[in-house]
């Protein structure tokens, strides 16, 4: 009876749960927003500038405002964000930069990209982030800066790390990449730390049609420097200060992201609301679902669950065509690229422990209520 229902409010709202249920999917938010996405791509077009105009240079002041920072500036990916962010605060061969392994790679291989050493810290048990007290326990003479990770939508203990760093003298990086709108005691996160990093990859919160992203500060040095990096080095055309790259977030990006912009607060609410559905429906079972400290606002960019039967669940779901992620399978202290570092399984329990347990269920702003349900029953059902 409760599939029959399930299958009748699925068809009534177009979409039938028998057909299963979808990872991600745009076609919803296509048929909202196209039009207008299309008709901001076309402006650009017709006004042949695209690159560092007005789109660009909009998005810049309205993603400062609502982070509340001074100085908000775009880049070619959340990736390069990272990276020139780390090079802009001086970091570089010889140094340490302190991190989680239980990310995606960017958040390393920016570190790497410097000449600098990733140090790994292990995460918080409960909440996937870096452990604040671990990852200061790694610190030595040559850290120059700790980045922690706001995790699946989840800010990290910014309190403790900004205390930590004014203690020791060092740089916070924020890599907000996955919570954008996520807030922590009230303060959205990317604005908190030294710089933030955010990624406009089209599966984020708020996503772009390709790669993009954008470096947030309230240091107008660090501001000016980043924005001469991002140019070859150049304020003056074809006067170069000092080497940099080509790293620019284009006009035909930031106009898709100022139109999502507008939509972003309201879609950020709705995948609070599926989390609800989820912790509900999931509650009782032998299984974790995400944990969300008091005072932090998470955005669930990925509702990410723990269970010890994970690749049994997976293998179940996917036979009942319930779209399903891992995020991620091998951290990163046991990546072939950093075997030099010379880690070993067990060095860091609570994260390869993430690793092997997590599983992230069906997530996106248009999924519907009944679908949540669905694919939370179908959880059930496998540990019945």
């Known amino acids: 009876m409760r599939r029959e229902i399930l299958e009748d409010e699925g068809r009534r709202e177009g979409r039938s749960v028998s057909r299963g249920v979808r990872f991600i999917d745009f076609t919803e938010q296509k048929a909202k927003i196209g039009d207008e996405v299309k ?42 964000a990272l990276y020139l962010s780390l090079w802009a605060l001086g970091v570089g061969p010889g140094d ?125 040095a660090l501001a000016a420097r980043l924005r001469v990096l991002r140019v070859h080095g150049s304020k003056k055309k074809y006067h170069h200060e000092i080497v940099g790259i080509n790293s620019r977030l284009d006009e035909l990006q930031a106009a898709v992201v100022r139109v999502k912009l507008k939509y972003v607060d309201e879609w950020n609410a709705k995948r609070r609301t599926l989390a609800a559905i989820y912790d509900e429906a999931l509650r009782g079972l032998p299984l974790e679902t995400p944990a969300v400290p008091e005072g932090y606002e998470h955005v669930y960019h990925l509702y990410t669950i723990r269970t010890d039967r994970r690749d049994a669940l997976a293998a179940h779901l996917t036979e009942k065509k319930i779209g399903h992620g891992v995020y991620y399978p091998l951290p990163l202290h046991l990546q072939p690229c950093y075997a030099p570092l010379g880690h070993k399984p067990g060095d860091f329990p609570f994260s390869e422990e993430a690793s092997a347990k997590s599983l992230s269920l ?15 029953d179908c959880v059930r059902k496998f540990f019945a």
């Open 39 to 80: 008709a901001a791509l076309a402006r650009v077009v017709d006004s042949q500038q695209f690159i560092l105009k007005e789109n660009v240079e909009g998005l810049e002041k309205d993603i400062a405002a609502r982070v509340g920072v001074k100085h908000a500036i775009g880049v070619a990916s959340g990736s390069d």
């Open 362 to 376: 069906p997530m996106y702003p248009e999924l519907r209520r009944e679908e949540a349900l669905h694919a939370a």
């Open 96 to 220: 340490e930069v302190v991190t989680t392994p239980f990310t995606f790679f960017a958040t390393a291989g920016s570190i790497s990209r410097t000449g600098a050493t990733p140090v790994f810290a292990d995460i918080h048990p409960e909440t996937f982030n870096l452990d604040p007290a671990k990852a200061e326990a790694k610190f030595t003479a040559r850290t120059k800066a700790v980045v922690p990770v706001h995790l699946f939508g989840l800010s990290a203990d910014m309190d403790a790390f900004q205390a930590i760093a004014e203690k020791r003298g060092i740089a916070v990086l924020e890599d907000a990449a996955q919570s954008y709108g996520a807030r922590h005691r009230g303060r959205m996160t990317a604005g908190i730390g030294s710089a933030g990093c955010l990624s406009f990859f089209p599966t984020k919160n708020l996503g772009g049609a390709g790669d993009g992203g954008m470096i947030t500060t309230n240091d107008d």
